[in-house]
């Protein structure tokens, strides 16, 4: 997981962030195989969140504790152990200023100045943050839902897509988000709700899509047989396919760049 010149690195329990630049070790974070350990890099390469044995964490990027949250006090178990509530790898937003992390059920939105809960969201899962940190991405029912932190409660009745859901993306602007069904993807009006397009599966798509990335005029999508890019409004027939045999991509906010492991 990287941002800037930082890069997190996981290893069973374990994790590690790194100074790529400088090639250096900036700290490690210890965990067990009874307890969850969560992290999620911020986007300034500066700062940690951390979920460990009930707490939710900011830490800086040696390792530092700036805040700590104790979201439960964990209970007895065998061999003198505790045991704790289930907390889920947090995700922090591209400014840095929330964290949402889902326990018993609920998707809760924290703020990283102080910790203090910004909203919640009962019976879903987060998935990810809007560009500009205005709205959260949750999953409810298979369904996904792009909530403003202003809004408090449960997701409205889902609308759309009738398969597993498997991804979601938005555009650099945050105005059009792609969810990914792993069959077809729809285009969506992240603020009014709207749907904007949907790519069934034919042509390059009919072999299973794992992922989409959205670029200003265009949308990169990932399947089993390899890369392929269709500029935005194009029909699935008139995609260009760039890559074969291709498991990982990512693509640079300008769109100008796609870096690919196979």
């Known amino acids: 997981i990287t941002s800037g010149s930082g890069m997190l690195g996981i290893g069973g329990s374990d994790h590690w962030l790194w100074d790529v630049r400088q090639k250096r070790q900036l700290c490690e974070l210890k965990g067990t195989a009874f307890n969850h350990l969560g992290a999620a890099l911020a ?3 500066q700062h940690l969140a951390v979920t460990q044995e009930g707490k939710l964490r900011w830490l800086t990027a040696t390792g530092a504790v700036v805040r700590e949250l104790v979201l439960d006090e964990g209970h007895g178990g065998g061999l003198g152990l505790k045991h704790y509530e289930y907390l889920s ?3 922090v937003s591209l400014d840095s200023r929330h964290i949402a992390l889902e326990r018993d059920g609920t998707t809760v939105v924290y703020a990283s ?3 203090e809960e910004v909203t919640a969201f009962h019976d879903a899962a987060p998935r990810g943050f809007s560009p500009n940190g205005e709205r959260l991405v949750v999953e409810r029912g298979g369904f996904l839902h792009a909530m403003a932190l202003s809004d408090d409660g449960d997701p409205p009745e889902p609308t759309g897509h009738t398969r597993k859901l498997t991804g979601v993306t938005f555009d650099p602007t945050g105005k059009v988000v792609a969810t ?5 993807f729809r285009l969506w009006n992240a603020i009014q709700g709207e749907e904007l397009a949907l790519i069934a599966p034919k042509d390059s798509y009919d072999d299973g899509i794992r992922a989409v990335a959205l670029r200003s005029n265009a949308t990169i999508v990932s399947t089993e047989s390899g890369l392929s890019r269709a500029y935005r409004g194009s029909a699935a027939a008139d995609v260009e396919e760039i890559a074969e045999d291709i498991d990982v991509f990512a693509v640079a906010p300008t769109g100008d760049a796609i870096a690919t492991i196979s």
């Open 43 to 45: 986007a300034d390469g």
């Open 89 to 91: 790898t947090p995700i």
């Open 113 to 115: 100045a102080d910790l």
């Open 180 to 184: 990914v069904d792993g069959h077809g």
